[in-house]
């Protein structure tokens, strides 16, 4: 035998100097979920360890994840089911629970880099990211909602706008608003393959924002589907976007690793509610050793050809040293 690759792995230190992938606090954006009140904090029962914050504590929680080298946030809200309706009118509301959040972390923290959520579910009485009528999801009237949305988030000093719906031409439709009110400097995340997924779960838990009827099938792609991808990925080249999303993660290594291999951009890959929920309760039940587990699916992630991870573990992998 000439080769043997064994001689590669003889020792840590051979083997951390051939190691191919690295994983490192710049490459994560951690998910936060909020909501309305004062000194509030509710624990996501399907999320062990994911809490929804109320402002002021979420300021505490992006102080501490700051100081662990985490500066990329990407900011969900909780609405009370009151102030939902058919347009998603909250939404736009400067003094609503969304843009207030935003404005404060980016008034306390300027040098964090935020990241807002572009849809209607949280806001929607239908509970879809989109308008609806007779039962259907209509792609062209909610664009104008959509931008409306990028728009008020932009003001409010959103770094990037992450359309999550999945509607036809957004992507285009949200950069020519921005760039008509002169925010040429705001950058587009694209969610650009977002699949009809049984793990958005406890994320929907978390929001309390199931969709009332129906499911996202007629927005969100076929879980079977990997070409249809890349058409996704050249009209979001195409209409402007800044980076490109493929999620969930783990069950999508492939999409991830074709988009990584046909476009320029960078891509996102987003380590959804479910996949930590999953791997959570193994290690619950002592079943999977948490270090190693964790570790391994964000590994996994990146060597799939992710640049940037979207993922719940972000702190706990800091804070714990385990990156
Ligand atoms: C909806 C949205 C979803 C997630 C992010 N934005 C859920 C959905 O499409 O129903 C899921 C994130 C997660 O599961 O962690 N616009």
């Known amino acids: 035998m000439l080769s043997?690759?064994?001689?590669?792995r003889k020792s840590q230190v051979i083997r951390d100097m051939i190691q191919e992938n690295h994983l490192r606090a710049s490459d994560l954006i951690?998910?936060?979920?909020?909501i309305d009140g004062q000194s509030k904090k509710t624990e996501v029962s399907s999320m062990p360890g994911i809490y929804r914050y109320s402002i002021d504590l979420l300021l505490k929680e992006v102080e501490d994840c700051m100081n662990l080298g985490l500066k990329a946030f990407d900011l969900f809200p909780n609405i009370e089911?009151?102030?939902k309706d058919k347009t998603a009118s909250e939404s736009l509301n400067k003094n609503g629970l969304y843009l207030k959040a935003i404005r404060e972390v980016k008034k306390y923290f300027p040098e964090a880099c935020v990241i807002t959520d572009v849809a209607m579910d949280p806001y929607s009485s239908d509970g879809h990211d989109g308008l609806v009528k007779d039962g259907e999801i209509l792609n062209?009237?909610?664009?104008?909602?959509?931008?409306?949305m990028s728009l008020a988030q932009a003001e409010a000093g959103a770094d990037i706008i992450a359309p999550s719906d999945m509607m036809d031409g957004r992507v285009g439709y949200i950069r020519e608003a921005l760039d008509r009110e002169g925010f040429t400097h705001v950058s587009i995340m694209s969610y650009t393959a977002k699949y009809a997924s049984a793990f958005y779960g406890p994320f929907r838990d978390a929001l309390e924002s199931a969709p009332k009827f129906g499911d996202k099938k007629t927005y969100q792609m076929n879980p079977a589907n990997q070409k249809e991808a890349l058409i996704e990925g050249a009209l979001d080249v195409e209409e402007g976007a800044d980076f490109l999303m493929v999620k969930p993660a783990l069950p999508y290594l492939d999409v991830i690793k074709t988009l990584k291999d046909n476009f320029d951009l960078p891509i996102a890959a987003y380590n959804v509610s479910g996949e930590y929920a999953m791997v959570k309760a193994a290690i619950q039940n002592g079943w999977l050793d948490e270090q190693k587990a964790i570790t391994e699916v964000l590994m996994g992630i990146k060597r799939a050809g992710a640049d940037v991870i979207l993922t719940y573990h972000a702190k706990e992998v800091l804070q714990k040293g385990w990156i």
């Open 140 to 148: 062209d009237e909610t664009l104008e909602i959509l931008a409306r």
């Open 30 to 34: 951690f998910p936060l979920f909020i």
């Open 81 to 83: 089911e009151s102030l």
């Open 4 to 8: 043997r690759p064994r001689r590669n």
